[in-house]
DNA sequence: CAAAATTAAGGGAACGATCCCAAAATCACA
DNA sequence: TGTGATTTTGGGATCGTTCCCTTAATTTTG
């Protein structure tokens, strides 16, 4: 029931708190029997380090802070457990803040992780006007931060991983082109997003090496969710703006806008292609499945977690650009394969 | 960038470290204005309490473990908002576990969890068989356990946070009659959880009394994911077992089943209706939307949350189960309203 | 106005571990 | 067998806070 302490097993060999303290951290200057002597009677009475008062002694706390838009999709459970794949076997733990797509809990997410006192900070930007004095404040007060997917603009000096966004947008935009669509519409992601960016001028410079592009077919949703998606699309149909295809920002607004399309009784794909950018298990539980471009999101928080132990070990380590590679999965929604 | 501790203040203001202490407890045998002057300059000097010295002072944690069969549906993210609602402002932190519906897992969890000194744990059960003696271990160690959603058979005594099971399958299945169903499919849940059997109970009971139970309508599935939903429609259609509709353990389930009926061309709701019991997001997110039990998670969250405190400021107080309501969402996917 | 009662402030142990420094035990070797 | 070198152990400060126990200052009271 009660706790037993070093002091305990001091006490019960008869031996200094030093010494049975040596026994477990590896200190030559102790004696091989003296230590067997230990480590045998710590198990026998079920001893275990207090991780509280390590915390105190080294003002470490071993917590991380994994702060995200939201959890209610599978993209953030997913990269979560790449990163707790890599930080519980460190003794890591891992605090979750969801900010609900705002930037004002957001910012009370990071006071409340600052509170908390943790070692590092691993983050996906909510989609709304950046914190940036908070980053920055956070950072002053030396807790390292690892931003993924949605990463800020480039003035921040911060560890990222990010995927080939652009290249791998224009890509999912040719395949849809090469499956005959010619309207095709980009629910874009918000400008104050630097890959939303880069996913926009894959698709724009696509289009345009096609002569296909028109400003109309560019629309910018109200925010990230379904309804957002499904907002878009009524406003493109009520509008009366042609288009044969869509290539969203995140699987979410594309299936926001695929369930209205349905519902009005289009067909997809047949009427409507329909492709997005993120790469969760979303995609795959909707009739007709959706074709996207589909991000490593275990590897991701795999990559985030391990930059994030990078800074904690050295604060002054130079901050990484980790690019990880996106692949292009083709599903129903788009009519199977390329040609 | 240096934290600022109590020291710091003693000598800022030529106070003891005790007098300093006395400012921010609650203590009488302070002077008004002495405790003034503390507070300002605590403000002046950003003085911030540090949770690892109080850890260890009082020998709590201040951790909380979560831990949830998956993250990737939408259902445990949502308790999770409402258990952080509750845990936060009290500056609480919450750690979570995803066992991937493996008891192994979940076993290695439950003692990641005891290694993290969490002060307490809310836990939805994996849905094989369950880890009884783990969780009696743990809760010798005195950490309190509650338990939602998926509840162990009646044995242990701990805090429950339940919905009146039963009463609402019964009374979905009801539905499902009244818009004129006579062969109505139950992918049922694993018969170690209780609830499960609940609503097994709950979808017989009235079946029975309609004179419209048949036992080869009463299938389990695999495990809980998609795939399994899948798959149990697969096998009803394959073994030529004629049914008009289907009422699941969970959204994931229902969905599974429903995407394999739609791929082979079954018309929802006319051929096949389906209604599910969880009242997750995914619900409205598939086409057409599917009909379900929604429970109220957000309140399950908060009130196991509750519960957990309670138990953490008296270990002795005994052990509750609260009984949340259910409401029945009617969707598409049933043909709206029952007569 | 002195003694008693009250109020305010300070000193230092405690929580559980590590680690520096000193002390003791062992060993090597002349 | 004594001296110095080496190995092994112990003592105690430390991390930041609270809280018990004194001590000092102030107020009340006869």
Redesign the pocket.
Known sequence: MK?I???DLSKYL??????I??A??DD????PD?KRTVLEAAQKLGYR??PM??S??Y?KSKNIGFVVPEMTTPFSSTVLRGVQNILYPLGYRVIIMQSEEDPEIERKNLLLLEEFNVDGIIINLCHETYNQANYQHVMQRGIPMVFFDRIPPNALDVSKVLVNDAIKASLMVEHLISIGRKRIVHLRGPASIRNAEERVSGYRRILTKYGLFDPALLVEPKGMLFQHGRDAAKELVEKGIAFDSIFAFTDTLAIGAMNYLLEKGYRIPEQVALASFSGTEMATIVHPPLSNVQQPLVEMGETAATLVMEKIKDPDVASKSVTLDAKLIYRASTLGMPV
Chains 1, 2 share one sequence.
Not at 28 to 31: A, G
């Open positions: 706790r302490t070093i002091k008869a031996l200094s708190t030093s010494t303290s040596r477990f951290v030559k200057h102790i004696h003296t380090p207090n008062a390590l105190l002694k003002g």
